[in-house]
Structures are given as structure tokens and as C-alpha cells.
């Protein structure tokens, strides 16, 4: 090979990994692209969203995910940080009644600069069999196609329900089906992926490229396989803490099309900012360098 011919070979090769990179998928997880969902501090947010907002910057942490309920109350504070609006969990009543609130909701979670908003949560009394699934699914492939017409992408975030077993499948089986793989994405929460006897890792790789967003969180050890939400509070660990294999969820998710990392702990036995300090104390060793 000639040296113009070498050199016209590793020009265009450099050109062609950022484009590699988003056709791999891989973003391993780093101080850039690790957050808080801010469920974890929705109890003493309200107080003092700037002083709440300011400790989680101080940390380390660089990203949020908000919660639509409190938005209005936060943002003020929140523009005033270095922390980064990625992902929004936006009311489940707003997504199932669609129309005109749902198109409101996409254009002012746009408009405040988010990349992400995410179905989170089925109440029980909407829940049901696979046929109930399905239409779970066409809720979402609905309202995929308004998020991405607006320039954002829809994710759906599990709990551990949609793992009970039902006539030799189960529901998320049934909604990652039935789901546009283009239009609706899983936020997976590995912590109910765990309550639910299954291994986050084998479910990155079932669905690779298809979780976009990846909720870190740990579990004590002894806790009984289930398939609601009803768990004790001691139950949730901060990440490194419990016997969830966030190790082995980190070296396959750089490779299976995860884009963000949010740190989540639903319950937490003092202050969730010394929770969120030891988890991502945890999680710096493990970042890519």
C-alpha cells in the first residue's frame, strides 16, 4: 500500500467512528453520561430544588431525569446548574388519554430541551392479561410516532409485573413485540428486572439496541422473586451495596445501544444525598476512562 493510499485509509476510517460508534451502540458509562432520576429526592426537592439540584452537580453527577408532576416547580432551579435535562417521566394518565394533552406535554418536554420522555409506570387497577399488554403496546407505538415526529424517542421503564409469566410468554415480551422497534424504546430498570427473577444482563442482549436508558439501582440479598412492587423499604441498596451485578450490567450495555445511566433509589434509610454520594462513589470505578 502506498503512503497516499495508507493515509487516505486512516483519514477516512477516523471519519467513520463517531458514525461506528451510534451504529454500535456503545456509550459506556462515564462521568458525561451518568444522571439522578429525581424520584430519588422527590421528598426533599420541594423544599430547596436549587440547594436539592446543587448537591447532586457537587457529587459528580451530570444528568438528570425528571419527573413531569414537579417540572414547573424545578426548573427554574435546574436551569441554573450544569446538570443536563435527558429524560422526563411524564404522567401515565397523560399517555393513555393521548390527543391533545399528549401533543402539549411532547412539545413542552421538547421545547425545555429533553431528549427522552418515558411512559413509567402501569397503575394495578389498569393492569391485566396479554391482550391488556397489547394495547399497552399500541398506546406506545402511538405515541412514539408523536415523539420522534417532534424529535424525541419514547421509552417505556419496567417495573417487575411485566415479568409474570402468562401462557408460556409474558407482558414485556408481548409489548417489546408488538412495539415498533424504531419508535418505542425500554428504560430498563435493573433492580425490578432482578425482583422479578430475571438477569438484566441476559435482557440486555435479548434486546440489544433497544434500551436506551438504563436505571442503576441495587437489591439486599434474600429478597423473594415477585412481580409487583410491594417490597420493603430496606429491599433497595445503593448501587454497590447489594447483589445486583452492576459490573456485568455495565460491560454488555456499552455494547447493546445504552445511551444514559440514571442512579434511582426509591427508598433510602437517611438522606437520599448521601445515598446518591455512595452510589456514584461506587460507580466512578467503573467508569470508561
Not at 433509589?265 to 470508561?288: C, F, H, N, V, W
Request: proline share 5%; with cysteine.
Amino acid at each position: 500500500m502506498s503512503y497516499l493510499s495508507r493515509r487516505n485509509f486512516v483519514v477516512r476510517s477516523a471519519a467513520l467512528l463517531p458514525a461506528a460508534k451510534v451504529l454500535l451502540g456503545r456509550d459506556a458509562l462515564t462521568a458525561a453520561n451518568l444522571g439522578v432520576q429525581l424520584y430519588t429526592v422527590r421528598n426533599t426537592i420541594g423544599a430547596n430544588p436549587a440547594a436539592v439540584l446543587k448537591a447532586i452537580q457537587d457529587i459528580g453527577y451530570r444528568e438528570v431525569e425528571a419527573t413531569y408532576g414537579n417540572l414547573n416547580e424545578i426548573w427554574p432551579a435546574l436551569k441554573e446548574t450544569q446538570l443536563k435535562p435527558v429524560s422526563v417521566h411524564v404522567d401515565t394518565a397523560i399517555f393513555f388519554e393521548g390527543g391533545a394533552k399528549l401533543d402539549a406535554a411532547i412539545a413542552d418536554v421538547k421545547q425545555r430541551g429533553f431528549q427522552y420522555i418515558v411512559l413509567p409506570y402501569i397503575p394495578p387497577n389498569q393492569r391485566g392479561g396479554l391482550d391488556t399488554f397489547k394495547k399497552f403496546a399500541d398506546i406506545l407505538n402511538k405515541a412514539g410516532e408523536k415523539a420522534k415526529a417532534a424529535g424525541l424517542t419514547l421509552c417505556y421503564h419496567n417495573h417487575a409485573f411485566e415479568f409474570e409469566p402468562m401462557q408460556g410468554t409474558t407482558g414485556l415480551e408481548v409489548m417489546m413485540k408488538e412495539t415498533h422497534k424504531g419508535l418505542v424504546f425500554l428504560e430498563m430498570d435493573v433492580f425490578w428486572v432482578s425482583v422479578a427473577g430475571h438477569d438484566p444482563v441476559a435482557l440486555l442482549k435479548q434486546y440489544s439496541n433497544r434500551v436506551a436508558l438504563l436505571h442503576l439501582k441495587d437489591k439486599a440479598s434474600g429478597t423473594p422473586v415477585q412481580y409487583n412492587e410491594n417490597v420493603p423499604k430496606p429491599t433497595f441498596k445503593e448501587v454497590g451495596n447489594g447483589t445486583v451485578d452492576i459490573p456485568a450490567i455495565l460491560a454488555v450495555a456499552k455494547h447493546s445501544g445504552v445511551k444514559n445511566y440514571f442512579v434511582e433509589q426509591d427508598q433510602t434509610p437517611g438522606d437520599p444525598i448521601e445515598s446518591l454520594r455512595e452510589s456514584y462513589k461506587y460507580l466512578s470505578s467503573k467508569m470508561a476512562s
